[in-house]
C-alpha cells in the first residue's frame, strides 16, 4: 500500500507499519532516533502503544519496545538517562502486577529492560 492511497488503508495500518518498521531495523534507526530525541523518550513513546487498544498495534508496539530496548542502552548518554529508564522498566512490572490479568510478555519486556541497563548502571556506580 503506497501513502497516496491511504484512504483504503485500514485504521492504524500505518502505525503498526511504523512500529514493525522499528522492530525490524532498531539497529539502523536507533542511530538516527537517538539525534532528535533521547532513550527515555523513545521507550515511553512506544510504550504508550504497547498499552493500545488494538491488539495487532498492541502486539507490534511490544514487539518494537523489546528491540529498541536491547538497541537504547548503545545511546545512553548520562547517569540521569539510566536512572529514568530503570523507572520506566520498574512501572511496567509494578503496573502489570497490579492487574487481574498478569501479561507474562510485558512482565518480561520489564526485566530485559533492566537487564539491558546493568553495564551503563556499573559504567555510573550505580545501585539500580
Known amino acids: 500500500n503506497s501513502l497516496k492511497d491511504s484512504s483504503k488503508l485500514e485504521r492504524y495500518e500505518i502505525v503498526k507499519a511504523s512500529l514493525k518498521l522499528v522492530g525490524e531495523y532498531a539497529t539502523d534507526l536507533a542511530k538516527h532516533l537517538i539525534k532528535i530525541a533521547n532513550a527515555p523518550s523513545i521507550c515511553e513513546a512506544l510504550l504508550r502503544w504497547c498499552k493500545h487498544s488494538n491488539r495487532e498495534v498492541r502486539s507490534a508496539a511490544l ?34 502486577q497490579k492487574e487481574d490479568e498478569f501479561d507474562l510478555k510485558r512482565i518480561s519486556l520489564s526485566f530485559r529492560g533492566r537487564g539491558s541497563l546493568a553495564w551503563q548502571a556499573a559504567f555510573y556506580e550505580m545501585n539500580i
Open 63 to 96: 514487539s518494537a519496545f523489546d528491540t529498541w530496548t536491547s538497541q537504547a542502552k548503545e545511546y545512553i548518554q548520562t547517569a540521569e538517562e539510566v536512572e529514568i529508564l530503570n523507572k520506566i522498566y520498574k512501572d511496567i512490572k509494578d503496573e502489570y
